[in-house]
Structures are given as structure tokens and as C-alpha cells.
């Protein structure tokens, strides 16, 4: 066994992303900003490396607008990821490998309020957003020995998907409005990161662009934080 895998690491990570603007999707304006945390675990040898991450996320204000109303509340979220990291070959010092990943944010929302024509409007909101890459990346693998960086590219295939309820209850009616919209963009996206080993282990902060061509000039920024310890 320990001939197959060299290194096991459990990492606590929380992460953060916010786009550059509200989403106009099919007559649907979403602001919509997620942040998740949770754990990690990866399995290694000398060639390949597959990590899985669960994991929850919360958005306290999450919001929709269609039909002339605006739903705010709160949203929470499963979140999951698989990666696998495969080495290709070192170019001087440099470390170069082929990363494949899926990951999951499962959301839902039943506390969301708004108003119509001076009366409160219930509403709910779930959905779906996934993301899958395919990319290359490169570290300084030893160059370095307090610290290592990683730069990371390719494309993401990003879709997401939002099923909106409100209800508007009067002294002798009742009004239920529904809208569903999906999305989809493919894009080219870039991530930078910077390896640090401290006393508890080592700490990873890395950023995260992208641009959603398909929803208009919207880019998306993730900020994410982990703290790996090795055994």
C-alpha cells in the first residue's frame, strides 16, 4: 500500500464567489453570491492525485426579480467536487500536470420574501449549479522551500439552473407566479495560488478568474483558503 500511495491529506477549505455583476437570464435577474465550507480529502502517488471535497454553503441574501417583483432571503447550499491531477512533465524546475474536475453546488431557499402592489410575497427558490474543467497546470514544484506557487488554466463548462416560486396571498385571493431559468457558458479561466507550510501544516490561498461569455460581460472571482495536514 505504501508503495501506491505515498501521502494522504485531510484540508479544511472555504471558499468565496462573487460575479462581477447581477445575472440577466431569460427576463430573470439573480444576484446570486455563494460561499462554502468543508472538508477535504486527498489521495496521491507519484504520478496522479484525486481529491474529493464535501461540503455546505450559504448565501444570506440571495435574490431574484421577474414579473415586477424582487424575492430576497436566505439560501443554503451542498457543495461537492472531484478533482483528479495527473503529472506530465517538468519543464527546468517547473512541474507541469493535466487536472480534469466536476463540482456541485445543490442550493435551496424557502424563506425568500418581496412585495407586489403593497402586499408580501412568499417565495422559494432551488437549483442547481455545476462546473466542469478540463486544464493544465504548473507549480515550482522544489524550487523554493518555504513556499510554492501554482498557475493553473483551461476551460470550464459552467451551467446553472433556478426554479422560483412566489405566492401573493389577499383577503380573497390567492396568486402563485413560477419561473424557471438555465443557463450555460463555456469559458476559458485562469488560477493562480500560493503554497505556505506553517506549524499546523500547510496553507493554500489561491484566486480564481473566469469570464460567462453566454450571460453577457459577467466574470466570476473565487477566493479560497485551505489548510492541509499530512499523515
Known amino acids: 500500500t ?7 491529506e485531510l ?12 445575472l440577466d437570464i431569460d427576463g430573470v435577474t439573480v444576484k446570486y453570491k455563494i460561499g462554502a465550507a468543508g472538508l477535504r480529502s486527498t489521495w496521491r502517488n507519484e504520478h496522479v492525485s484525486v481529491e474529493a471535497s464535501i461540503g455546505a454553503g450559504y448565501n444570506p441574501k440571495e435574490s431574484a426579480t421577474y414579473s415586477g417583483v424582487t424575492m430576497t432571503g436566505p439560501v443554503w ?3 461537492a467536487k472531484l478533482k483528479f491531477s495527473s503529472k506530465l512533465f517538468k519543464f527546468y524546475s517547473l512541474q507541469t500536470s493535466l487536472v480534469g474536475a466536476t463540482e456541485l453546488f445543490d442550493f435551496y431557499g424557502d424563506q425568500l420574501t418581496g412585495t407586489y402592489s403593497a402586499r408580501t410575497v412568499n417565495g422559494t427558490v432551488e437549483g442547481k449549479m455545476t462546473n466542469n474543467t478540463i486544464g493544465v497546470s504548473v507549480d515550482t514544484a522544489k524550487t523554493f522551500e518555504k513556499f510554492k506557487l501554482t498557475a493553473e488554466t483551461g476551460y470550464d ?3 446553472y439552473s433556478f426554479e422560483s416560486t412566489g405566492v401573493v396571498v389577499g383577503s380573497s385571493f390567492r396568486a402563485t407566479s413560477e419561473k424557471d431559468v438555465k443557463v450555460d457558458s463555456l469559458d476559458p479561466y485562469l488560477s493562480i495560488g500560493l503554497e505556505v507550510p506553517s506549524k499546523l501544516g500547510k496553507i493554500v490561498i489561491s484566486q480564481r478568474f473566469k469570464k460567462l461569455s453566454d450571460v453577457g460581460d459577467v466574470s466570476l472571482s473565487r477566493t479560497s483558503a485551505e489548510l492541509v495536514f499530512e499523515f
Request: charged share 20%; no cysteine; hydrophobic share 40%.
Open 77 to 79: 447550499a451542498k457543495y
Open 11 to 22: 484540508t479544511p477549505f472555504a471558499l468565496y464567489e462573487d460575479p462581477s455583476q447581477k
Open 2 to 8: 505504501s508503495q501506491i500511495i505515498n501521502a494522504a
Open 157 to 159: 463548462l459552467w451551467e
